[in-house]
């Protein structure tokens, strides 16, 4: 087990900015040096830490750091191969989601990891948060008996980011790597990560006229689709920057003018269901609801994340946010564009 882990970080995207501050403060962990282009965005995320070496190329980093591990949050169209370079330099990575473009590109990533001994670890904060740590929980220890359908949503009545390469469907962009990443994959760790075997959905692009005229906007703003996976169980997802739509929970009257955000997610098994936090008991009458009350957590899922990152590393084990779930889920993903492409189901086949 090493005493500290030098930990460097590619770019302050997403939670990696958070995880940078973290790991400065965790005992098992030395941070070595940050490399960005942005100066601004470099003072922003270190503030008062001092010690840490900056650079403008994460090559330039590499070069002159002995590191052990690195975070990776740059856009999407990078990940995979910032992610190879740093491995076969025999470096962890802990990168930022999607982790890949599609699971192609990830696979080569995943491979050479394990066979190096090495932990890749891809972003999905959202699993160690107390709500789908204890859904987990209560489907390990058979609380929903055989889990056989999902739903998952995350819906947005308006929404077109700043950052434009979301919207880009060159560059990773779209929501279906943004949001549905998210939606499907909170179900799916909670069923145990069963492998994915078919999946249906299509993908629109129906708001681009609502983007400033400037912007690339060729990503698809809406995805719903069916996953069946090897246990039988059926997930439904939807998900959409924008739609037409109160998001059913919203109060509107006539003429008001809405604007809204909404995620759920619910499991149904064969002895109970699992609902915006309420545990669902069968009876032959109907179903008896009880309030879950998840376990306190020590820190927060960003924290939790960070630290699982570094245990992994350290105990030389799998991390929870493992390599072989990260191309699972790009599968998914991969099957739900090219479902909609060719307008049938896509079979999954088992990573070979």
Request: aromatic fraction near 6%.
């Amino acid at each position: 087990m090493k005493d500290k882990v030098k930990v460097g970080i590619i770019g302050v995207g997403g939670t990696i900015s958070s995880t940078t501050v973290i790991l400065n403060g965790e005992p098992n962990v030395d941070l070595v040096a940050l490399a960005d282009l942005d100066p601004d965005r470099r003072q922003r995320v270190l503030g008062d830490i001092k010690g840490v070496r900056v650079f403008d190329d994460y090559r330039k980093m590499f070069d002159a750091c002995d590191l052990d591990a690195v975070c990776i949050g740059l856009p999407t169209w990078m990940h995979a191969p910032v992610s190879l370079e740093a491995v076969e330099r025999g470096m962890h990575v802990l990168c930022e989601k999607p982790p890949s473009n599609d699971a192609a590109e990830l696979i080569p990533v995943t491979k050479l990891a394990a066979s190096k001994g090495l932990t890749y670890m891809f972003v999905r904060q959202s699993r160690f948060t107390s709500r789908l740590m204890e859904g987990r929980r209560l489907v390990q220890a058979g609380e929903l008996g055989e889990v056989y359908y999902a739903e998952t949503r995350w819906i947005r009545t308006r929404w077109c980011s700043a950052r434009g390469w979301r919207h880009d469907k060159a560059k990773g962009g779209g929501v279906l790597l943004d949001l549905g990443i998210h939606a499907i994959d909170n179900v799916w760790f909670m069923m145990g990560c069963p492998r994915p075997t078919e999946v249906m959905a299509g993908l629109y692009c129906t708001f681009s006229h609502l983007a400033p005229p400037e912007q690339t906007y060729t990503a698809d703003d809406a995805a719903c689709g069916f996953v069946r996976f090897e246990n039988g169980c059926t997930l439904h997802f939807a998900v959409a920057f924008s739609l037409n739509t109160t998001n059913r929970h919203t109060p509107a009257a006539d003429s008001d003018l809405v604007k809204s955000e909404i995620q759920e997610f619910h499991l149904y098994g064969t002895k109970a269901g699992l609902e915006n936090g309420k545990l669902l008991v069968g009876t032959p009458d109907g179903v008896k609801v009880k309030p879950i009350k998840p376990s306190p957590q020590k820190a927060d899922d960003i924290t939790l994340q960070a630290q699982e990152f570094i245990r992994a590393i350290r105990e030389e084990d799998e991390p929870l946010n493992s390599g072989s779930q990260a191309v699972m889920l790009m599968q998914m993903l991969d099957g739900a564009m090219k479902s909609s492409e060719i307008g049938s189901a896509v079979t999954i086949q088992p990573i070979a």
